[in-house]
């Protein structure tokens, strides 16, 4: 249902103080229909990467009263409010990004709507077909949850397989202090179902989990949900045409078949230890940041933390203080992104309006979204007459280093020791860069932490040996990220004549659209390989929901046609997949020696290097021209 706006003056100018502006003037735009609040004069130079669009405190003033005027109309008159016409909402994106969206409508439609219009929803069902199909879902994470939630939409029986005892995937498994997401909140949930009462702008591990804990209790998924089962195997049936799982649960091992399978397990779900000399000799407790002990006392404690990327990042700075000491091992340093608001909670104000001001969720959702759609990406992509190197691999991505540099080094005055120790000397984009509001460098400068950044040797029983020097520790954490590139590990998954999959792979994960491999009918997977979104402002919610609608539509078509199983033709898939080789190694993460899980053995197989745009048309509806039936 609406929102309604109820306040009366003074609380709706007070509340208007906690509004997100260009956000505002968009809602208050669509809600209207009258554009001349979209002013030229009220739009800064740079603003779609600026909070508050870099307005100033005068152009502000100035927005805030367009603002209170229209939503005192609004107010006062009454009227619901409806999903604004293709005209409305082009000339609306378009004032905001600056330049001409018509290429983006249909996306933008599906993401400016309210939760009971639901776009993205199927608009057909199973009924009751001669022959019952049930499919099986691996995870009960994001995209799990979601398969789920379409196919219970569609009539469509399923059953979900979860190795733990709760929903939640990594955001169940990550349990270590300071973990959050990096992605701002309202674009870390389903388009469908927003949650207007985020306590965060970057939410914590817990929150997010209560999201996803609510989402499966609402719509009655958790009662389709085998928990403490994990799938150990999967086979194709090429006589009967289904999928049989061997799973490990409770009960101890069984056999199921499904005509066909989801996998959601991801690409972050299994840790990376690394192959380190000693590493199971340490005589303390030792572990990953993905399989937190927190049964250890690190009070007092001298820690050593392995590893400086997204969940180091996180954890470091929430410990400090706690151990005696922590020894920090970096191989390569993260460029950082200023985030000031990254810890901030939002207001009650700000609540207030996400609840009450109808559509204000989904233009302040836009507002996030919309430097992704372009602006971002463009940043990282190869200028070859540039020429790339090891520093900046286009004018634009030298630009995108100054800046990211001059807010570093202003937080290092105080301490220059660090400059050449936490400045990166690879491209901006070649491997994930994190947000900041300088806790990790402040950190870095306390007494009780210390940086070392010689290649470590080995682990002995007392601690860490780097270029010759046994740093001493009483725990080792390892936050050394993800087997990102390992698809669907550690189950054995053969398809047709008993195919393997991680044969047929040979460590080069790749699938059609990220989602169906040849050979393997019937097989669907969701965050699969190419399809991390880097660069673009969304969330991997975005990209899941994406597959979704296609995974979807290819069951669609099957019952239609009263087939069994489709298969992805090979010429179909080789073709899409030099295609996404080819825009991998024009970007950042390719054209450089500094490694990570961007660029494996001399290849990306997890990032997407085009538009989101793309993605999204790409995944609208199925080309059967594209499979094979039978």
């Not at 933008?108 to 199927?122: G, Q, S």
């Not at 992104?337 to 001001?357: C, I, K, M, N």
């Not at 010429?571 to 295609?579: E, P, S, T």
Request: include cysteine.
């Amino acid at each position: 249902m609406n929102p309604a706006i109820t306040a009366a003056d003074d609380e709706l100018r007070a509340f208007l103080d906690h509004a997100e502006l260009p956000a505002m003037l968009m809602t208050v735009a669509h809600l209207t229909g009258d554009l001349s609040v979209l002013r030229d004069d009220l739009r800064a130079p740079g603003w779609l990467f600026a909070p508050q669009g870099g307005l100033t405190d005068a152009q502000q003033v100035q927005a805030r009263e367009l603002a209170f005027a229209a939503l005192r109309r609004l107010r006062d008159k009454g009227s619901p409010a409806a999903p604004p016409d293709p005209a409305l909402l082009r000339a609306i994106t378009t004032w905001a990004m600056g330049s001409d969206t018509s290429d983006l409508i249909g996306l933008l439609t599906e993401e400016i709507a309210l939760p009971e219009h639901d776009p993205k929803a199927p608009r057909w069902t199973a009924g009751t077909a001669a022959d019952p199909f049930s499919v099986a879902i691996v995870g009960a994470g994001f995209s799990g949850l979601l398969a789920a939630y379409r196919l219970a939409q569609a009539g469509v029986d399923f059953v979900i397989y979860e190795k733990n005892p709760e929903v939640g995937g990594t955001w169940f498994e990550n349990s270590y202090p300071g973990c959050r997401t990096d992605v701002a909140s309202h674009l870390y949930n389903y388009s469908f179902a927003p949650k207007p009462d985020w306590p965060e702008h970057f939410c914590t591990r817990d929150v997010v989990l209560d999201y996803l804990r609510d989402f499966a209790q609402e719509y009655g998924l958790t009662e389709h949900i085998r928990f403490a089962t994990e799938v150990r195997e999967m086979a194709w049936d090429d006589r009967e045409l289904v999928w049989q799982l061997t799973t490990r649960g409770p009960g101890g091992e069984e056999a199921v078949r499904h005509n066909a399978v989801i996998s959601a397990v991801g690409q972050l779900n299994r840790p990376r230890l690394p192959d380190i000399p000693g590493r199971d000799e340490f005589a303390g407790p030792a572990f990953h940041s993905a399989t937190w002990d927190h049964s250890v006392e690190l009070t007092g404690a001298r820690v050593a933390v392995i590893g400086t990327g997204a969940s180091a990042y996180q954890l470091v700075p929430e410990l400090a203080g706690t151990p005696a000491e922590i020894t920090v091992f970096q191989r390569n340093p993260p460029w950082l992104r200023p985030t000031p608001h990254y810890h901030d909670a939002l207001s009650e104000g700000a609540q207030w309006l996400f609840a009450q001001v109808p559509y204000y969720v989904q233009w302040y959702r836009f507002w996030l979204f919309a430097p992704g759609l372009r602006g971002i990406l463009e940043g990282w992509i190869v200028d070859e007459d540039y020429p790339p190197s090891e520093h900046a691999v286009s004018a634009r991505n030298e630009e995108l280093r100054a800046s990211l540099w001059q807010a570093m080094q202003a937080q290092l005055d105080d301490a220059p020791e660090l400059v050449d120790k936490v400045i990166p000397k690879y491209p901006v984009g070649a491997k994930r860069v994190l947000r900041d509001n300088g806790r990790w460098l402040a950190t870095l400068k306390r007494p009780d932490v210390r940086l070392v950044c010689d290649p470590i040797e080995r682990i002995s029983p007392a601690g860490v040996v780097a270029n010759g020097t046994e740093f001493e520790a009483d725990v080792i954490i390892y936050a050394t990220g993800f087997r990102a590139s390992e698809f669907l590990l550690p189950m054995r998954v053969t398809g047709q004549s008993g195919v393997d999959l991680h044969e047929m792979w040979n460590g080069q994960s790749r699938a059609y659209l990220g989602i169906t491999v040849p050979q393997f009918p019937n097989l669907f997977c969701l965050y699969g390989p190419n399809t991390n979104l880097v660069g673009q402002g969304g969330s991997i919610v975005y990209f899941s929901e994406c597959g979704t609608t296609y995974i979807l539509d290819a069951i669609r078509m099957l019952l239609a046609t009263g087939k069994r199983a489709l298969t992805v033709r090979k010429d179909v898939h080789d073709a899409y997949n030099a295609r996404v080789d080819n825009g991998n190694r024009n970007r950042a993460w390719q054209r450089t020696t500094v490694g990570g899980w961007y660029n494996e053995n001399g290849r990306s197989a997890v990032n997407w290097p085009f538009t989101a745009r793309e993605y999204w048309s790409r995944t609208k509806r199925v080309n059967p021209a594209d499979y094979d039936l039978c």
